[in-house]
């Protein structure tokens, strides 16, 4: 065997033991409510973890043991700290110490809907001006199949090391579902895909470490494509019950009995909820990453397009029943006080990126609605050169409303009372299912 076979071959060795003796030195690039939570479950397992986290008030915040993420206490990464398994770093200088780097950083989408990898690319330059021989890279983050191979392979290899031969890439997509409290990283099953073999299996190495069920898949490639499918699937589904709603709204049925209904076949079915729109930095986004790359390819993907369309018209098609409701009570919208109940774009978050309830109270403010809101999470919003702070939700308050508009169907609000009180109440979630008042659903 010649001399560079058995250097690399001692690299793959040495690497595969340090996983297996947790000694191996791991840093997560990019501490936002993936890449903390990720850093604390190898630092809880007792791996020597660095948290790299170029927002230096962010890094400075944990350092101090104040933790930003509701899935990591400050309480516990202060012990984490304390205990010498956490260090946190605003620049990538620790990298030349590590063996296994995970990049945690967003991707989101451009005005234009295209992809927007440039946060992958910055770390993967910071970490190649850096990196070791022997190092596994595995990227995190949602993005549209071919990044690891086409974006994140080439950018390292500016290093001068040879991706599969000084060093090893895979992608493994994040499942962390902030503030879940059943599905945790360490029990919820990890996909795996390296660009070979044995990346492939280092990776399943180290994330069987702190992962109940890790998942290898053939490819990157193929590892990218799977989170994708996971996100488009819902996107296509809430798509359907969103047109189902708007089917029964003309056949006059109700669409949340309908979906109950169906929802009683013990196999073959899983229901989805129609609503005013789809939020979050996940629904709205990850469908259009793989959209872009297939008509990149001159396919067209027409099943995503259109769910992103059926869901993207959702607030205007609320707004419009709004209008109708407020119509039958001889109110035209201009002049009609409407309380928006959730802005939040789901139930239990105070996080309004993309939430369809902005997009709602929009449309109605611009039709000359006087809009006020009360989200318990979302103490002010701002939307179209328009701002609001959510209202106490007094007597007054709700009596003086012509129509009191469920958007976000929040846990903890009193909704037989706000009915009590409503004149109207428009629900567009479903919240107030069983009570009796003057209540359209959507
Ligand atoms: N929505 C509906 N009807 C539904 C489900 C959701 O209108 O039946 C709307 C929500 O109101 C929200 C948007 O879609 O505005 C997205 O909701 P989501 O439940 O998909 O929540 P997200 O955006 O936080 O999605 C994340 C994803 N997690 C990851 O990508 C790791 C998704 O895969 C999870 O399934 C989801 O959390 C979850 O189940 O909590």
């Not at 620790?94 to 989101?108: M, N, S």
């Not at 191979?149 to 290899?157: C, M, T």
């Amino acid at each position: 065997m010649d001399k560079t076979r058995i250097i690399l071959y001692t690299l793959a060795v040495e690497l595969d033991w340090k996983i297996r003796e947790k000694t191996a030195r791991v840093g997560v690039v990019g501490l936002g409510y993936v890449g903390l939570p990720l850093a604390a479950a190898f630092a809880r397992r007792g791996f020597q973890v660095t948290g790299i986290e170029i927002d230096a008030r962010r890094a400075a915040s944990l350092r101090k043991g104040r933790s930003y993420i509701e899935d990591v206490s400050s309480k516990e990464l202060s012990a984490l700290i304390k205990r010498g398994v956490l260090t946190i770093e605003d620049d990538a200088s620790a990298v030349g110490k590590l063996d296994a780097i995970l990049i945690c950083v967003q991707t989101p989408l451009r005005k234009t809907k295209e992809p927007d990898i440039s946060n992958i690319v910055s770390a993967c330059r910071a970490v190649a001006k850096k990196m070791k021989r022997g190092t596994i890279v595995i990227l995190e983050s949602t993005t549209y199949p071919g990044t690891t191979q086409e974006a994140v392979r080439p950018e390292l290899e500016k290093s001068g090391l040879k991706a599969g031969k000084d060093f090893w890439l895979a992608f493994s997509p994040e499942r962390v579902d902030p503030g879940n409290k059943l599905w945790k990283i360490e029990n919820t099953p990890k996909v795996v895909g390296g660009i070979d073999a044995r990346s492939t299996a280092f990776a399943v190495g180290l994330y069987s470490a702190v992962i109940s069920r890790v998942v290898p898949v053939s490819s990157a490639t193929t590892a990218e494509l799977v989170k994708l499918l996971e996100n488009t699937f819902r996107s296509v589904n809430i798509a359907l019950v969103n047109e189902l709603a708007q089917i029964c709204d003309r056949l006059g049925l109700d669409v949340w009995e309908v979906v109950a209904a169906a929802a009683t076949k013990p196999f073959g079915f899983m229901p989805f909820w129609p609503g005013p729109g789809i939020g979050g930095h996940c629904i709205p986004k990850d469908p259009q990453l793989l959209a872009w790359k297939m008509k990149s390819l001159n396919f067209e993907p027409r099943f995503i397009e259109l769910a992103s369309t059926v869901n993207g018209q959702m607030p205007l098609y609320a707004a419009g029943r709004v209008a109708r409701l407020l119509n039958a009570d001889a109110k035209s919208v201009k002049g009609a006080r409407v309380l928006v109940l959730g802005v939040a774009y789901k139930p239990g978050v105070g996080d309004c990126r993309d939430s369809p309830s902005l997009d709602v109270m929009h449309l109605l403010a611009e039709d000359g609605a006087k809009i006020s809101y009360h989200d318990p999470y979302v103490p002010r919003v701002a939307v179209g050169g328009r701002a609001w702070s959510s209202r106490r939700l007094t007597d007054a308050v709700v009596r003086a409303a012509d129509c009191v508009l469920i958007l976000t169907a929040h846990p903890g609000l009193d909704y037989p009372r706000i009915v009590r009180l409503s004149r109207r109440v428009f629900d567009a979630r479903n919240a107030v299912a069983g009570l009796k008042g003057r209540i359209e659903r959507l």
